[in-house]
């Protein structure tokens, strides 16, 4: 199986996210978008996409400039995540960026396996961070109740007359990636440390469509990469 990178499928991307990813939700501030489709024809040309990625400005902030890989989707094939990653981390070098980092959500049972494959460095666990409100037993998130209501505040919803309690997440996985010398030194100002990798975690569903946490062994014998 022949597998080509792409950026800047947008569309596409889209869609996958909508249909595999376990949040349903497009990123905001996105600065990238990696994708890797099948042969598309007699020429090779890139036909259907299987899997994407999407890289975004961060919605916390940071002191230094980073991007986030804000998405990982692919969809029934089991196509290597790995491999997604490290050509979209080739093309990000090559616009000029310099420091990557991601994270695994423990609430959905991840741990990073798939960033372990990709060789990206272990930073810790950030605890537990409210994230949202549940309104009538519905998740919304931050971002997405401070764009409809002005607020994430549960006591300034009820102000508004919206019934709201507070949701928070088990805590996320931190992992980073620098992609030049800037980077490493940009790292260092965040204290952002090497450290050990997590285990998996029991919720874990190695290879799932739309995880990004695919921790089994990725085989790459019968796949070959034809880059843009």
């Not at 804000?70 to 080739?90: E, F, H, N, T």
């Not at 960026?97 to 990206?120: C, I, M, N, P, R």
């Not at 014998?221 to 880059?227: E, Q, R, T």
Request: charged share 20%; proline share 4%.
């Amino acid at each position: 199986m022949t597998l080509h990178f792409r950026s800047g499928q947008w569309d596409d991307a889209c869609a996958m996210v909508e249909r595999f990813h376990y949040s349903r939700r497009i990123p905001s501030n996105v600065q990238f978008v990696g994708s890797l489709h099948l042969d598309g024809g007699l020429f090779g040309d890139a036909g259907e996409m299987v899997a994407a990625c999407f890289f975004s400005i961060p919605p916390t902030r940071w002191s230094e400039r980073v991007l986030e890989l804000s998405r990982l989707v692919r969809g029934d094939m089991q196509v290597p995540l790995s491999m997604l990653i490290a050509k979209s981390c080739d093309a990000l070098k090559r616009k000029g960026e310099s420091l990557l980092v991601s994270f695994a959500d423990k609430t959905q049972g991840h741990h990073g396996g798939v960033y372990q494959a990709a060789s990206w460095s272990y930073g810790g666990c950030r605890e537990r961070r409210m994230d949202g409100v549940l309104v009538q037993g519905v998740f919304i998130p931050g971002r997405s109740a401070n764009s409809r209501w002005g607020t994430q505040s549960p006591s300034r919803l009820s102000e508004l007359g919206v019934h709201a309690e507070a949701h928070f997440d088990e805590g996320k996985h931190i992992y980073f990636k620098a992609l030049n010398v800037a980077g490493k030194t940009r790292a260092k100002r965040l204290g952002l440390t090497h450290q050990s990798y997590p285990a998996a975690c029991p919720l874990d569903e190695p290879g799932s469509a739309g995880r990004e946490s695919g921790a089994t062994p990725e085989s790459r014998s019968n796949i070959a990469l034809v880059a843009e």
